[in-house]
């Protein structure tokens, strides 16, 4: 019979019970024993979902408190020194500290970095490596929870992070090869899968999607010598890899020393073919057959012709899986209420994906007529999709058709531009923005669940959104900011919030997915041609203008984002998609001009995050990228400044490509990273403005002046200082107003010591620009 399992499922529970859980417990509002029990209770309801299924093997290690990544650094006694682990095992709160900077016992402490999970917006946290790193067996977590799987009565099949993609995305703390330092980790894995298989776990899964990567030798070698020492330690291994082609890793992973391996067939489906080819008789195939990071119906018909001859090949060492963790989808679908009822059908969340999966199985099994009513199901959504007027619309078609290159071009050069920006702004030296939202309070979200529930009218609704925005702005100008923000009160999400106002998005009422930690998104679906019907913030934009004599910024989510951050229909190429975005984007951009905003910012935190895995790939798409961005800011005056913001990516390899986005202003993160961010400013002359990151928003903690000054005079040993804006890394919608103001009166505070450093007095803006 044909087996099919999940690589893992979403954490946080069909009504987020997690989140709350989490937020409670860093409050101090529960207990330990209460967020553990939580977490038990969800993991049991997961399991049910995959038995439900006909999963053979339940998947246990997948759940995770904070990051799957954080999970093995912490099992593996990587604990950097400024946490004072005193051995033993790592506590919960010193896990948290490592996360978050805090916890509620233990002393505050500088977060680990965090960046993005491979191509996903998915965040992990970065493991450090120590020069001469030791490794030792400090977390029973999975020991514990395969436990718990096995009383209730489930087969479990353990996973967690292998061994070379957790070496490949730690950070050294120094100048030295980290793998050099495999010989040592090795062993602690080695004990791990001991533990599992003492007790009497059948299979493990070892997650390697670094296979997906442009590998040096050195790094491939590594794969053969690793799993050998492991093949005989515990457990039948699986290594699975996801997100992207093996190409020149195929042979390695094929050949790799274990009894089965996963590929994503989602990603590169011409690849199964030659997977087949290479496997030794003896192995397991997993077939990443239904996309674990969309949530688009697969077409059943189209897979069982694929996978037919698959299945007369292996036999019953087929096993069908989703593409990968789905983890990067929402739970369940059926229960949603709050997605337009024509497209519902069209969708799967990642408790219709193992149905597709077991209707799979039983069609490959048993033929198709056993499963002819699931068929006929899938048909029937299909055809329903293709014929849906909604999908295409000709207006749409006919302006992209019309897009000149000029219209991706600015009037002028950046230096022509800056001078005009200059006498128009009247800033000062350093000059300190935000990144754009503040703190999303109890008070915001009560008044917009109870406008969408009916409680009160628009008109209260909107007068209560404009009294946040009077509070933002009086507190900004307390404060002493030179750029100001409207807070972005009214918004829910940055992509759901202008998808609400676009044609071709549609929303789910719970599709909810983890970014980090406790925060969730619910991206929107494109389904159909984008276009802006109606203006979307400039009414917001021009209120915040008119309380304030200083540049108010407009804010935009760019259109890699609002692709990226969405569930993208998969008929069309997603550059069509990024342009037609970037049209409505041009639109809301010249709206907010003429309106007076002359500063706009244009978020793309998800430029890097989109760029293929695999080098060769990666020119292509950053042109196209890069152009969208342009369509959709190019079409304003010199002296309008357009200002864009990057967060948690590594920049170094796509600097060319960032400048080519040519806003006048970037943001990015470097808080976390002591600036290492800008190394890539040291041999690149970038040639606008940037605002390196000063404090870590997704820590609660208040950085004192003095470092926030230190890292201001890192970046300006590597850019003029006369093109640095000073801000935090991120938004801080997350954060609570005392530590916002407190860490923005500070953050204020080093601008002035560095204007005073440099010989400048304190500028203020003019009265009215």
């Excluded at 053979?56 to 400024?82: I, K």
């Excluded at 996309?291 to 001859?309: F, I, M, Q, S």
């Excluded at 000029?406 to 200059?422: F, K, N, T």
């Excluded at 935009?556 to 692709?563: V, Y």
């Amino acid at each position: 019979m044909t087996v099919i399992h999940t690589l893992g499922l979403p954490r946080m529970g069909a009504g987020r019970e997690l989140k709350w859980a989490l937020e409670g417990y860093w409050k101090g509002d529960t207990d330990r024993d209460a967020l553990l029990g939580r977490a038990r209770e969800l993991r049991a309801r997961h399991w049910d979902m995959q038995v439900a299924a006909g999963c053979r093997y339940v998947t246990v290690g997948d759940f995770s408190l904070y990051d799957q990544v954080l999970d093995m650094t912490a099992r593996l006694g990587v604990v950097p020194a400024r946490f004072a682990w005193p051995g033993g095992e790592v506590d919960i709160d010193t896990y948290f500290r490592m996360a978050r900077g805090r916890a509620p016992r233990g002393e505050p402490a500088f977060a680990c970095a965090m960046t993005k999970w491979f191509d996903t917006n998915y965040h992990y946290i970065v493991p450090e490596l120590a020069p001469g790193q030791g490794f030792v067996l400090a977390r029973d977590d999975l020991f514990d929870q395969v436990a718990e799987a096995q009383a209730l009565g489930h087969a479990a099949k353990a996973v967690m992070v292998g061994p070379l993609t957790w070496l490949w995305l730690a950070r050294p703390q120094g100048a030295f090869d980290k793998l050099e330092l495999l010989d040592g980790l090795l062993p602690v894995y080695g004990q791990i899968l001991a533990r599992l298989a003492g007790q009497g776990v059948a299979w493990a899964q070892l997650d390697e999607p670094i296979l997906a990567l442009d590998l040096a030798p050195a790094w491939r070698a590594a794969f053969e010598r690793a799993y050998h020492v492991l093949q005989s330690a515990g457990p039948k291994l699986m290594v699975a890899t996801y997100f992207g082609a093996l190409e020149d890793n195929l042979t390695t992973a094929a050949k790799l020393p274990v009894a089965g391996l996963h590929v994503d067939a989602v990603s590169a489906p011409e690849e199964l073919v030659q997977a087949l080819d290479w496997l030794p008789a003896t192995k397991v195939l997993s077939v990443g057959c239904v996309d674990g990071r969309n949530v688009w119906r697969a077409d059943l018909d189209a897979l069982l012709d694929r996978l037919a001859p698959v299945r007369a090949r292996l036999g019953e060492r087929l096993w069908l899986a989703p593409s990968c963790s789905l983890l990067h989808v929402p739970l369940e679908l059926a229960p949603d209420t709050g997605i337009d009822p024509e497209i519902k059908p069209w969708l799967a969340f990642a408790r219709e994906k193992l149905a597709e999966l077991a209707t799979l199985a039983q069609a490959l099994d048993h033929g198709r007529e056993a499963a002819a009513a699931a068929l006929a199901e899938t048909r029937a959504a299909l055809a329903a999709r293709r014929a849906s007027a909604r999908v295409h619309r000709a207006e749409v078609g006919a302006r992209l058709a019309a897009v000149r290159p000029e219209d991706s071009r600015r009037r002028s050069p950046y230096a022509s531009r800056a001078a005009c920006q200059r006498a128009w702004l009247q800033l000062p030296l350093y000059p300190t923005t935000t990144i754009g939202s503040f703190p999303q309070t109890a008070a915001i979200r009560a008044a917009r669940r109870d406008f969408k529930a009916g409680r009160i009218a628009r008109a209260a609704y909107e007068e209560a959104m404009r009294a946040e925005i009077r509070h933002a702005v009086a507190v900004q100008e307390r404060l002493g900011l030179d750029v100001l923000v409207h807070g972005e009160a009214e918004r829910n999400d940055m992509v759901e919030y202008f998808g609400a106002q676009l044609d071709g998005y549609a929303f789910t009422g719970n599709g909810w997915v983890q970014s980090y930690g406790s925060r969730c998104v619910k991206p929107p679906v494109i389904y159909g041609d984008v276009a802006r019907p109606a203006a979307m913030t400039v009414a917001w934009s021009v209120y915040a203008q008119s309380l304030t004599g200083k540049p108010m910024k407009g804010m935009l989510t760019g259109p890699i984002t609002m692709l990226k951050w969405a569930f993208v229909r998969d008929d069309q190429p997603w550059r069509l998609t990024a342009f037609q975005i970037a049209l409505a984007l041009r639109d809301e951009i010249r709206d907010l001009e003429a309106a007076g905003i002359g500063v706009i910012q244009v978020d793309e935190p998800a430029f890097r995050e989109a760029m293929p895995l695999r080098s060769g790939r990666r020119k292509a798409y950053l042109a196209w990228a890069a152009e969208a961005f342009r369509l959709a800011s190019a079409g304003v005056a010199d002296r309008t400044q357009i200002h864009t913001h990057m967060c948690y990516s590594e920049f170094n390899d796509i600097i060319a490509a960032i400048a080519d986005l040519d806003a006048d202003v970037i943001t990015i993160e470097t808080a976390r990273s002591n600036m290492e961010l800008l190394d890539a400013f040291a041999g690149f002359a970038y040639p606008n403005e940037i605002g390196p990151g000063v404090y870590d928003i997704h820590s609660p903690n208040v950085p004192e002046v003095a470092a926030m000054a230190r890292l201001m005079e890192k970046a300006a040993a590597r850019v003029p200082a006369e093109r640095l804006w000073v801000n935090p890394d991120c938004g801080l919608k997350t954060r609570a107003w005392p530590e916002t103001e407190a860490a923005l009166a500070n953050m204020v505070a080093a601008a002035r010591r560095l204007r005073a450093r440099a010989g400048q007095a304190v500028v203020n803006a003019p009265a009215r620009y």
